[in-house]
């Protein structure tokens, strides 16, 4: 007798696809293509791990987003998520460690801001415990912050700009959603400067009751803040810091590369009355991301797993060597045993490349001299305003701030007066600060009027204009002291698509050839000459070389010393004289009048 087909025999299988499995394969093939559209890598240790599907929409039913942010993303004009939002906000959703490598300009800021907010509304807000800790026994100290989440910036400028961010994506939120900010004037008096020394103690609390101390508020649940000043609070007395980690769920460290750049070793001492002992605060942002990191396993060292804050870097450009110190010491710092609690590696795009959207340009000028007249050829016809204008020093930045305003040329005037009175005159002239995650409206160029010392600030300040999809112009000009830094711009161009000379790019390489053969023939000096490729000829900066080098660990090799502590060294730009004493300056001129 034949079945018919819809017909069942008990205890058969016959392995037929559910509908349930038909929709996640579609959905998996889905995320495999969004990933390959955008260039999105996902990278776990544990190949075995489940990665989250990127979100297509904020309103997604996977990844609930509170309405009161959806609301401001929608007056923000947030429509869509960029590639790295769309796969980095449900990874950090899940609580998972997470190290994101994305283009400047493409909305990183967000990506991280938008679920820690989202996780901060959905947890229940701490109870309040007043502390009866005294400082001397009159004045009482408040309630100690419960802080849920940190973020790390290396500049005051670019905290400003994710609190301002933040501000916004939590406007409206009723209940203990405090974002704060901390900056130098919070709490000054209990970490008061002495004329030599930075003293910590009572006494000095005690004397300056005149000025009240600035304190951040009670209920502040988002710290944003610089690594130094906040290990300069928690270095303090447990009875004078105001922080209390036992409740922190993330820490995000925004330029992370940044952070992780120098490795000196610096140590200031501080000496407190509280103790005889002097204690020894780490000025490298190395050491302070270090230490705050340890502050938190101290706190969390008997806490469960789920309890333990997850850790979150971001930057557009992410050296080897982040990449090695976050596989090895970041799970020892969060005691992350557990492999669903594994770091996870997120890339939009190519890596340590600039945005296909900016058109970059690198003019020979030769020397300071031909710098000048091609800044000035520039002002009279090829700048495109806004404009921002990078030096190496605040010193230079004045210097040709003054050859800018003391330029008599008719050409010059006329097209700045137009520009002035059109509203189209902006132009910044800044350093490397202003380089690294500031968010500028609409810069149309950049100049590099000094080469900068290495791939990753290069691509930081290119970074500035061509943001948000928009089109974008890099000028950087050179001389001959330049050339040891114009291989890494060159390969930073071939990786983001933009043109390259080609009898430039062999000239380039012939002179590394050249280079290497020299090195390699006097293997004595070999240590010396790899370490003046990196650290410039100022006498300072070279002592403190040779004093890294000397108390290094002997019981390697004079190579691989060399070589391990010259990469956390940051590269310098050659010396480079005054601008008023090039031929030709107008402010040299306008001094002898």
């Given at each position: ?182 900056n130098q004037k919070h709490y ?89 002992k002097e204690k020894y605060r ?45 596989k090895s010491q970041l799970p ?262």
């Amino acid at each position: 007798m034949d079945l018919r087909a819809d017909d069942h025999l008990i205890g058969l299988d016959f392995q037929k696809d559910h509908p349930v499995d038909v929709r996640e394969k579609k959905r998996g093939t889905k995320a495999k293509k969004y990933r390959l559209k955008n260039k999105i890598k996902v990278t776990t240790i544990n190949k075995q791990l489940r990665i989250p599907r990127p979100i297509y929409s904020f309103q997604n039913k996977n990844c609930y987003i509170d309405d009161n942010i959806l609301r401001n993303l929608s007056e923000l004009a947030y429509k869509v998520p960029t590639p790295i939002q769309a796969q980095s906000i449900p990874i950090m959703m899940e609580h998972r460690n997470l190290l994101a490598c994305a283009p400047t300009g493409s909305g990183k800021t967000v990506a991280y801001l938008l679920p820690v907010l989202n996780e901060l509304l959905l947890t229940k807000p701490p109870d309040r415990v007043n502390s009866t800790d005294t400082l001397d026994g009159n004045m009482q100290l408040e309630s100690k912050i419960f802080p849920f989440a940190i973020i790390l910036a290396p500049t005051q400028e670019l905290m400003h700009q994710i609190w301002s961010e933040a501000i916004r994506l939590c406007r409206g939120v009723q209940g203990d959603c405090y974002v704060a900010m901390l900056n130098q004037k919070h709490y000054s008096n209990r970490c008061k400067k002495n004329s030599d020394k930075t003293v910590a103690t009572a006494s000095v609390l005690q004397n300056s009751k005149k000025s009240r101390e600035l304190r951040l508020h009670a209920n502040t649940r988002i710290l944003i803040s610089t690594p130094s000043r906040l290990i300069a609070l928690l270095s303090l007395p447990p009875k004078q810091c105001p922080f209390d980690f036992s409740r922190l769920c993330w820490i995000v460290v925004d330029e992370c590369d940044k952070m992780l750049e120098v490795n000196f070793g610096d140590l200031s001492r501080l000496k407190s009355e509280h103790s005889d002992k002097e204690k020894y605060r780490p000025r490298g942002f190395h050491d302070q991301l270090a230490a705050i990191l340890e502050a938190t396993k101290t706190v969390h060292s008997n806490e469960q797993l789920q309890t333990r804050p997850a850790i979150a870097l971001f930057s557009a450009t992410i050296p080897d060597e982040v990449v090695l110190w976050a596989k090895s010491q970041l799970p020892a710092f969060l005691q992350t045993d557990n492999f669903a609690l594994e770091l996870v590696q997120l890339r939009v795009g190519i890596r340590n490349a600039a945005v296909s959207t900016v058109k970059q340009e690198l003019r020979y000028c030769a020397n300071e001299q031909g710098k000048l007249l091609e800044m000035r050829y520039l002002l009279a016809n090829g700048l495109a305003y806004p404009c921002l204008i990078f030096m190496q020093s605040r010193e230079r930045a004045n210097e040709i701030l003054k050859e800018i305003l003391l330029s008599d040329a008719n050409i010059l005037r006329s097209q700045v007066v137009r520009a002035f009175r059109e509203g189209k005159l902006h132009v910044l002239i800044c350093t490397d600060i202003l380089g690294r995650g500031i968010d500028f409206k609409g810069v149309s160029m950049v100049v590099n009027y000094d080469v900068p010392a290495s791939e990753q600030e290069y691509i930081h300040r290119v970074g500035r204009t061509g943001r948000a999809g928009h089109r974008g112009r890099a000028v950087t000009l050179w001389s001959d002291a330049d050339l040891p830094h114009i291989d890494g711009i060159l390969s930073v161009m071939k990786r983001s698509g933009s043109e390259v000379d080609a009898e430039l790019d062999r000239l380039v390489n012939q002179w590394k050839t050249h280079r290497l053969n020299t090195l390699s023939k006097n293997k004595e000096s070999n240590a010396d000459r790899c370490m003046s490729s990196v650290i410039s000829r100022r006498r300072g900066e070279r002592r403190l070389a040779y004093k890294i080098l000397k108390n290094s660990d002997r019981k390697r090799s004079k190579t691989a010393d060399s070589e391990d502590k010259s990469m956390w060294l940051r590269p310098w730009n050659p010396h480079r004289g005054r601008i008023s004493d090039v031929p030709g300056a107008l402010s040299k001129k306008h001094e002898t009048k």
